[in-house]
């Protein structure tokens, strides 16, 4: 990432009691790591809430979305007591219409249903990443002697349907183009290398490899009559 | 195991540190006491709501028993517990856990490997072996 480039803070209330909390922690985690990992920074929130003046100033430097798991919203308030306004606030209960509830608080009980709800959360949390990016690109186009913004814009994400659900992957129009390219068929053969490449930017469960592969080759059949 | 039911639940307050595997360690050894092990005796409360000054949670600290589980040495679950003026009869400090483990490849903070759940079994086990009056 060049110098200059915007770091958004995500803060996680990871709250103990409830599913929502593990949630919320997972989803910041999955974008941390694997979604947007060169625009997204974190810091515990015991830390921050509890910390000294060079923990508090974490949103003072970064545009801060807060990631909260129910209603009562510690990380958003916290936050703002301490740093002034959010970018932005997820709320996992709102966002899984209250069916976060029936989800496990440990790692060792996840299900499909709970790996789902990360996916759910980390997506609109990923979207928020993107937003603020994109806001803060304008605001410096704004302010700048040219008319044209020179920074990139985050990767558009193209929605597949994966076993019924849908799901979406940043950036796989261009993967489709790459490897459309690169002179890929769009045949029933291609399933293996299209999985190869999309592993490489959106984290697939080894056991979902199977649908993820008839969900891409369709959508690249699709992508390259078009 | 034999826990006594009858004695008020003891809370038992993980950092969940968001950074390290440390923070998950501290976190699913929280859930092994109180979703599996000992869920009679032993009950989690959200760091951040306290932290956050709810006045329920505050209000609970200052009556039951704590213990704390931190993932590394800024101990923020016992300093926050402490300033919110709970009592804590325990902390737990994941890194000292590791210690007996050299070489472990404990996971992430995302997801434990073997080793990782054999440092949450651990600890989980030695939270239930040691009831109130002990702090370490």
């Known amino acids: ?226 | 195991m034999t826990i006594d039911v009858k004695k008020q639940k003891i809370i038992v307050m993980p950092c969940s540190g968001i950074g390290k595997v440390h923070g998950l360690i501290a976190r699913e050894a929280t859930y092994a006491v109180t979703d599996e092990l000992a869920p009679d005796s032993f009950e989690p409360m959200c760091l951040a709501l306290l932290v956050s000054g709810d006045e329920e949670a505050l209000a609970k600290i200052k009556k039951m028993d704590c213990i704390t589980v931190d993932g590394c040495p800024k101990l923020c679950a016992a300093k926050n517990v402490e300033m919110a003026g709970g009592k804590i009869v325990r902390s737990i400090r994941v890194v000292d856990a590791f210690k007996n483990y050299r070489g472990a490849e404990p996971g992430t903070a995302t997801k434990l490997a073997d080793d990782g759940w054999t440092i949450v079994s651990e600890i989980a086990g030695g939270i239930c072996n040691k009831r109130e009056g002990e702090v370490s």
């Open chain 1, 1 to 226: 990432m060049a110098d200059g480039e915007i770091k958004v803070g995500i803060i996680s209330c990871s709250g103990e009691e409830i599913p929502e909390g593990t949630i919320s922690r997972l989803a910041t985690r999955r974008v941390l790591e694997l979604m947007r990992p060169d625009n997204t920074v974190t810091i515990c929130l015991p830390l921050f809430l509890a910390g000294n003046e060079a923990e508090r100033e974490f949103a003072t430097k970064h545009p801060t979305i807060t990631v909260d798991g129910c209603s009562k919203l510690c990380a958003k308030k916290g936050t703002e007591k301490h740093s002034g306004p959010v970018s932005a606030a997820i709320v996992v209960s709102e966002i899984l219409n209250g069916e976060g509830a029936c989800c496990a608080r440990s790692a060792k009980c996840q299900t499909e249903t709970d790996k789902e709800a990360v996916w759910l959360v980390s997506e609109e949390i990923a979207k928020a990443v993107d937003s603020i990016i994109s806001e803060n690109c304008c605001c410096s186009v704004e302010n700048a002697d040219t008319g044209e913004c020179a920074c990139s814009k985050p990767l558009p994400g193209m929605v597949i349907e994966v076993d019924g659900r849908p799901v979406t992957i940043a950036g796989l129009s261009l993967i489709f183009d790459h490897l459309a390219e690169n002179g890929l068929a769009a045949d029933d053969l291609c399933g293996d290398k299209l999985l190869e490449t999309v592993k490489i930017y959106h984290q697939i469960e080894p056991e979902e490899e199977n649908v993820y592969k008839t969900a891409l080759i369709s959508a690249y059949k699709k992508y390259r009559r078009q």
